[in-house]
């Protein structure tokens, strides 16, 4: 069982910066996967980054690559996601979800069990 809570959220002009937190709990393993969701209003839910804890895995949307960056601090039990250059388009609730994979990783929301609450990411134009 493992708990999953965001922070960081909040609104930002575009071009500005923020770094969101997935503190985890409960029992986790080096091979798990945690990966960082979007959802806007009317739209689905999609991926934006993902990693192991071991450091491996790392992906990221098209969207994002260049902007955001996915980091750990295992000592913590906390996934970061840095968010710089940032526009109105990824304006959206952030999710951190976690999973085990035996190989490889995912990209689909449907194959994660676990999810944090959200965290509100606003930018202005």
């Known amino acids: 069982q493992v708990q999953l809570v965001e922070s960081g959220g909040g609104l930002v002009q575009a071009g500005g910066s923020l770094r969101l937190s997935c503190a985890a709990s409960g029992r986790t393993f080096i091979s798990d996967t945690m990966a960082w969701f979007r959802q806007a209003p009317g739209k689905e839910r999609e991926f934006v980054a993902g990693?192991?804890?071991?450091?491996?895995?790392?992906n990221y949307a098209d969207s994002v690559k260049g902007r955001f960056a996915i980091s750990s601090d295992n000592a913590k039990n906390t996934v970061y996601l840095q968010m710089n250059s940032l526009k109105p388009e990824d304006t959206a609730v952030y999710y951190c979800?976690?999973?085990?994979?035996?190989?490889?990783?995912?990209?689909?929301?449907?194959?994660?069990?676990?999810w944090g609450q959200g965290t509100q990411v606003t930018v202005s134009s």
């Open positions: 979800a976690t999973a085990q994979f035996r190989f490889g990783a995912s990209t689909l929301s449907a194959n994660y069990n676990y």
């Open positions: 990693m192991r804890w071991s450091g491996t895995y790392i």
